[in-house]
Structures are given as C-alpha cells and as structure tokens.
C-alpha cells in the first residue's frame, strides 16, 4: 500500500482555535455514501499497490479524503514510479465551497501535503518534472492555482461532458509547497499507533 503512515496535523476550528486533527490510511468501513464522490466504488475498485485513499479525522469525524495513484506503475516494480495522480479529493459537504467561515480549515491543503509527501517518498524524478498532478472541475480552478500554488495547465481532455483543467507541481514546486505550509501552520508530527 503506497503510505507513509499517519500524521498529527493543525487545523483551525471555525478560524479561531487551534487543534490537532490525524491524517491517516482510510478503510472501507470509513467511505462515506452521501458525499458528492462514490468513495465507495473508488474503494471497491482500487489497486492497492499502487493507489489509496486517506482520511483526514478531527473529533472523531473525517473531514476529507484523497485518493491517489502512482504513475507508472509496473509489477514486478522494474522501475520506481515518476509522479503521483491526486485522482479525487473531497471535503466533507458542510466544510466545502465558498464559505467565509468554516468549521475546519485546511483540509485539502494538508491532503495535498499528504499526498506530495507519498510522491516525495516512492517518485523518482528531476527537479523541474512534474511530481504532481491533478484535474479539476472549473469552480476549483482558483482554489489549486491561488491558494494551493499549483501550476495551472490549462483545459484537460477529459470524459465527455466533464469540462476539466489540468494542475501540476514540478519536484521544486512541490518541496516549496510542503515547506510553506508547514510553516504557516506548523509541522506534521508522525502519528505512532
């Protein structure tokens, strides 16, 4: 299972205090059915050797998932891995969209930063290759290129009907993004079980 295992992270609760929220390895029995993603079906029909999804928890409550694969994979494994695919990131439906205050705060950042560190720990690549990459519908185009920082691509080819724009972190990139956000909120702590 491509993981680095679990992270105590901060968040901050309705932009005020700070807490401790856990990053970790999701399981079946924690894919939820009412959110906008068939995290079910995405679960159902994962490789585990080289994809999965992780949970971000506070309170008891996931607040977020990502699912990610890594590129190319090859088994027997000749050749490491080149980049990693964010294939599907949600926030949980009442901490989402355009609000000006919500409950938690950040969930997709810290999932990225997640997600970046298991490209980090399996990907080989250059410097200035992409180690990231993910698409996204029109109305996150903002959220990925103003807030994340990510490289913005332009239109995707996509499914039929899906209008999607392309995002990607070069190596540099991303270590400057992991960097910055650790700094804004503090490091991520390994979480032993």
């Not at 924690?30 to 309170?59: A, G, H, L």
């Not at 410097?127 to 990510?150: G, H, N």
Request: with cysteine; glycine share 6%; proline share 6%.
């Amino acid at each position: 299972m491509t993981t680095i295992g679990s992270y105590q992270v901060k968040v901050l609760i309705q932009s005020a205090s700070e807490e401790t929220a856990l990053i970790s390895p999701a399981s079946a029995d924690d894919m939820p059915t009412n959110w906008s993603c068939n995290w079910v079906n995405f679960w159902r029909n994962m490789d585990f050797e080289c994809q999965n999804i992780v949970k971000i928890v506070y309170d008891g409550q996931i607040w977020g998932l990502v699912h990610y694969s890594l590129y190319p994979y090859f088994y027997p494994v000749p050749a490491p891995p080149r980049f990693i695919e964010i294939a599907h990131i949600e926030a949980h439906p009442t901490s989402r969209g355009k609000e000006t205050e919500r409950f938690i705060e950040p969930i997709g950042k810290w999932l990225i930063w997640y997600a970046t560190k298991v490209a980090f720990e399996f990907c080989q690549t250059e410097a200035d290759e992409p180690l990231v990459i993910l698409e996204a519908f029109d109305t996150a185009v903002s959220y990925y290129r103003d807030k994340v920082q990510m490289e913005y691509l332009g239109f995707s080819l996509s499914t039929p009907g899906e209008d999607l724009y392309g995002f990607r972190f070069s190596r540099t990139a991303a270590a400057e993004f992991c960097q910055r956000h650790e700094s804004q909120l503090g490091g991520a702590k390994l979480y032993e079980q």
